[in-house]
């Protein structure tokens, strides 16, 4: 099955991702937000975006080719002819449910719907709908244009056409996926997020700073960026979310949210995505 016509769900900092990277591969991509003020800043910042690709790389298409294959709207409507669609909505069980029924009623019976989460069960998503054979988790990660690969999420009812189509949409993008059983958190997750949480209890107990956190595992074990500075690129609102999806999902009590997580994202901070978290990113 050709896929041309992909929706995008979400213009927060995943949706973005997804929806510039489908542009770059010459899709054509329907990128649905809830007014028309994020929308805007999404436009904005994949120009910047873009504009910062070519710093590097001389073969990036120019700003305004890549937004001209990307139409935004609050319009679920114009999903009508979509043949995939990925969902970025805030991990929110509450804010998630009410968009499947949604595509369900207008996108076309062929149309595959994968779920971006880092989280929610699937499986659960796809009972929200009358098509949960197509439902599948496609896990990107940030920034998505950069990842190679992404994790890829079997529900009970996916089939084997579904994740042929969903491996095939990743091929399209440059992409390859890695496909793994559905339970909270998967793979990535439910060892990032611990480690993470983890990591912010060290701070909040003052074992070490954030930056000595970070340290310790980029320059003792090679990783390319510590858990801390993981968290603020992610989004530490992001994150609590999901913690809090994993403790409530297995009920144990090593998914136990740290307080200082939470003290946080009340206070606003976020991490990049607004400027300030375990790092100050504003100028």
Same mark, same amino acid.
């Given at each position: 099955?050709?896929?041309?016509?992909?929706?995008?769900?979400?213009?927060?900092?995943?949706?973005?991702? /997804?929806?510039?990277?489908?542009?770059?591969? &010459?899709?054509?991509?329907?990128?649905?937000?809830?007014?028309?003020?994020?929308?805007?800043?999404?436009?904005? @910042?994949?120009?910047?975006?873009?504009?910062?690709?070519?710093?590097?790389?001389?073969?990036?298409?120019? %700003?305004?080719? /890549?937004?001209?294959?990307?139409?935004?709207?609050?319009?679920?409507?114009?999903?009508?002819?979509?043949?995939?669609?990925?969902?970025?909505?805030?991990?929110?069980?509450?804010?998630?449910?009410? /968009?499947?029924?949604?595509?369900?009623?207008?996108?076309?019976?062929?149309? !595959?719907?994968?779920?971006?989460? #880092?989280?929610?069960?699937?499986?659960?998503?796809?009972?929200?709908?009358?098509?949960?054979? &197509?439902?599948?988790?496609?896990?990107?990660?940030?920034?998505?244009?950069?990842? &190679?690969?992404?994790? !890829?999420?079997?529900?009970?009812?996916? =089939?084997?056409? =579904?994740?042929? =189509?969903?491996?095939?949409?990743?091929?399209?993008?440059?992409?390859?996926?890695?496909?793994?059983? @559905?339970?909270?958190?998967?793979?990535?997750?439910?060892?990032?997020?611990?480690?993470?949480?983890?990591?912010?209890? *060290?701070v909040q107990d003052q074992v070490a700073t954030a930056e000595?956190?970070?340290?310790?595992?980029?320059?003792?074990?090679?990783?390319?960026?510590?858990?801390?500075?993981?968290? @603020?690129?992610?989004?530490?609102?992001?994150?609590?979310? #999901?913690?809090? /999806?994993?403790?409530? #999902?297995?009920?144990?009590?090593?998914?136990? %949210?740290?307080? *200082?997580?939470?003290?946080?994202?009340?206070?606003?901070?976020?991490?990049?995505?607004?400027? &300030?978290?375990?790092?100050?990113?504003?100028?």
């Amino acid at each position: 099955m050709e896929l041309k016509t992909i929706g995008v769900i979400g213009a927060g900092v995943m949706g973005i991702g /997804v929806a510039q990277n489908l542009a770059q591969t &010459k899709h054509q991509v329907v990128l649905i937000d809830i007014n028309e003020e994020i929308l805007e800043k999404a436009k904005q @910042d994949i120009r910047n975006n873009v504009r910062f690709q070519a710093f590097y790389d001389k073969t990036v298409e120019a %700003p305004d080719a /890549v937004l001209a294959r990307i139409t935004f709207t609050t319009d679920y409507q114009k999903l009508d002819t979509a043949d995939f669609v990925v969902e970025n909505v805030v991990e929110k069980w509450d804010i998630k449910k009410d /968009v499947y029924p949604q595509l369900d009623k207008i996108c076309p019976p062929h149309c !595959v719907f994968a779920v971006n989460t #880092s989280a929610i069960s699937i499986t659960r998503v796809g009972s929200l709908t009358n098509r949960p054979d &197509k439902v599948v988790g496609m896990h990107f990660m940030n920034p998505v244009p950069m990842k &190679k690969t992404v994790e !890829v999420i079997r529900a009970y009812h996916t =089939t084997d056409e =579904t994740l042929a =189509t969903a491996q095939q949409f990743l091929s399209q993008m440059g992409k390859e996926g890695v496909v793994v059983n @559905d339970m909270p958190g998967f793979v990535s997750n439910r060892v990032l997020m611990l480690t993470v949480n983890e990591a912010v209890y *060290l701070v909040q107990d003052q074992v070490a700073t954030a930056e000595q956190v970070d340290k310790i595992f980029k320059e003792c074990f090679g990783h390319k960026m510590g858990p801390l500075e993981t968290a @603020d690129l992610i989004g530490l609102d992001t994150i609590l979310y #999901s913690v809090e /999806v994993l403790y409530e #999902s297995y009920n144990d009590s090593k998914y136990r %949210p740290c307080p *200082l997580l939470k003290k946080m994202v009340d206070a606003g901070l976020y991490g990049r995505k607004n400027g &300030k978290g375990f790092y100050n990113y504003k100028a």
